[in-house]
């Protein structure tokens, strides 16, 4: 399609003993760079920032410098990607995050070897050291780096199942309003809601959730997708009785032909 790069997550599983802080190229498509997302120092801002039962906590300008001059001095890139929100919403301002993010820049340029480049700049400055293959869907979220954090239980498959079940009947009806509330209910983040997972990545999903329990999540979902299936029914309802009116209106008369 044209593309120079690809920016994708330095998954654990597809890596193996290789680093994330290199520039890699597809197996497939041998042109297209790859950088790939160090997680670890990712998250250690995106998630455990405020944390304080981080055994790291608090993170300081000054921590992360060393944690970046511990790399191997080979390697080219690190790459920090993560969500625009992590700033001001995920971690609050009285966690001091925009207080580290004003330190941290020239602390980097000063007392380490790094810059800082865009991707499109680390494409054009930097070759790939070799190739990687991802033969399945990734993402950057929970342990498995997988889509399990969507679509892992028997909650998520059921309602995602329902939904794009009423796919056919909502291109059918040609309604652009019922259209539109279809996709928003294709939202990731309501499947997100209805995840089961425990342990360490429980504590992220309880995070990020509005719902006491994945099954509150399930049952609110389901409920609104059935009103939503109402809405679908009854529209198809008055669009066959709008067209059969048509068809009584406006009766189709045969001329008699002339001899």
Excluded at 102 to 110: D, G, M, Q, V, W
Excluded at 196 to 208: I, L, M, N, P, W
């Amino acid at each position: 399609m044209g593309y120079k790069g690809m920016l994708t997550e330095g998954a654990k599983h597809i890596l193996g003993w290789k680093s994330p802080n290199f520039i890699y190229h597809s197996t497939l498509a041998p042109k297209l760079k790859i950088l790939l997302r160090n997680f670890t120092l990712s998250d250690d801002i995106a998630f455990r920032f405020s944390d304080r039962k981080w055994s790291e906590w608090p993170l300081t300008p000054e921590k992360f410098v060393e944690w970046l001059n511990a790399l191997p001095k080979e390697e080219d890139i690190v790459n920090l990607f993560m969500d625009y929100e992590t700033f001001g919403e995920h971690q609050w301002e009285e966690t001091g995050i925009f207080e580290f993010l004003k330190k941290l820049p020239e602390k980097i340029l000063k007392q380490t070897d790094y810059t800082f480049v865009t991707p499109k700049e680390a494409f054009e400055r930097l070759n790939p050291v070799g190739p990687i293959e991802v033969t399945y869907p990734i993402s950057w979220a929970d342990e498995e780096r997988d889509l399990t954090a969507w679509l892992g239980n028997d909650l998520q498959d059921d309602a995602f199942d329902k939904l794009y079940e009423l796919g056919k009947k909502v291109h059918r009806l040609k309604d652009e309003k019922l259209l539109k509330n279809w996709r928003y209910l294709q939202t990731s983040d309501h499947f997100y809601y209805m995840c089961t997972k425990f342990f360490s990545d429980g504590d992220v999903h309880r995070y990020f959730n509005p719902y006491n329990t994945p099954y509150d999540a399930f049952i609110n979902y389901m409920n609104v997708l059935a009103d939503f299936t109402f809405m679908l029914d009854k529209s198809e309802t008055e669009r066959k009785k709008t067209r059969k009116s048509k068809q009584i209106s406006n009766p189709i008369t045969a001329k008699k032909k002339k001899k």
